[in-house]
């Protein structure tokens, strides 16, 4: 279990993370989410015993990351895929870790086949593309065989299939027991891959529940509705919440079910060509959640949040 409680960390003038308490769960893939400079980094690296907190703790199984006797045997990490002496091959690079930290030779293969870096093994990691620096990564995670991990965008540079990977290996390493917490800015892998979520915002915690409550609560219902007779179709939505449109034909209605709309346009007399009920998703809970704790705003994102 990773706990932290009434974690803070302060930069000079800005303030981090800001008092943040929540439990990382054994038996679950928690996703931890945030804008961009909300403290998602600085929390993990706290935890992790890379940044000391202003106050507050982080431990992982009871015990602060520098009162581990063997760390990565407490907690396997990915903050970042980068952070490999170039001029090492992937099987010496997790030797290295190995060694420092009581682990067979025999764990070293194991951990670079289950990452499906085998074959390259003995290549210098400073040839390696993104997505294999990300594997290594992952691998040097798993090489002490940890009952808590921590990924710090594990997606990153990975293609299709790497991405279809991770998803697999956080459910399995979640199945199996362990502790994962996981931040990631693609939300449909998100939604795919989390059970539980962590949200924060300006370095203060926004959210901590399971992913279906979550989006049950944050996005609102909409329907797709298509017409070649918009115009007559809106003013017969009168009674709905919302109603926007979307291209041509379109309108997206919020705040009327489907079978609501049928029977208003049937009793215009407004032909129909589609009536869609929208799944909510994470990413629209996410924007809805979030939108007012946005620290830097781009002019598309305000014009789409709007919309
Ligand atoms: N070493 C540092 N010195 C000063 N300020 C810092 C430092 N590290 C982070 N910050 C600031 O702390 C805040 C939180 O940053 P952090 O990197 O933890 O956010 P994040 O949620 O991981 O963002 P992103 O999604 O963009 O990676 C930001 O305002 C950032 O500028």
Redesign the pocket.
Known sequence: MIEVCGLTKR?GE?L?VDDLTFAVRPGEVTGFL?P???????TLRMILGLDAATSGTATVGGRPYSAQPAPLKAVGALLDAGAVLPSRTAYHHLLALAAGNGISRSRVAEVLAEVGLESVARRRAGTFSLGMRQRLGIAAALLGDPPALVFDEPLNGLDPEGIVWIRGLMRRMAAEGRAVLMSS?LMSEMELTADHLIVIGRGRLIADTPMKTFIDAHSGREVLVRSPQTESLRRMLAPAEGVRADGADGLVVTGLDAAEIGALAAAGGVELHELTPRQPSLEQAFMDLTRDAL?YRTATTEMETSR
């Open positions: 930069y800005v981090a945030g961009n400079g909300a403290g998602k980094s600085t800015h620290e």
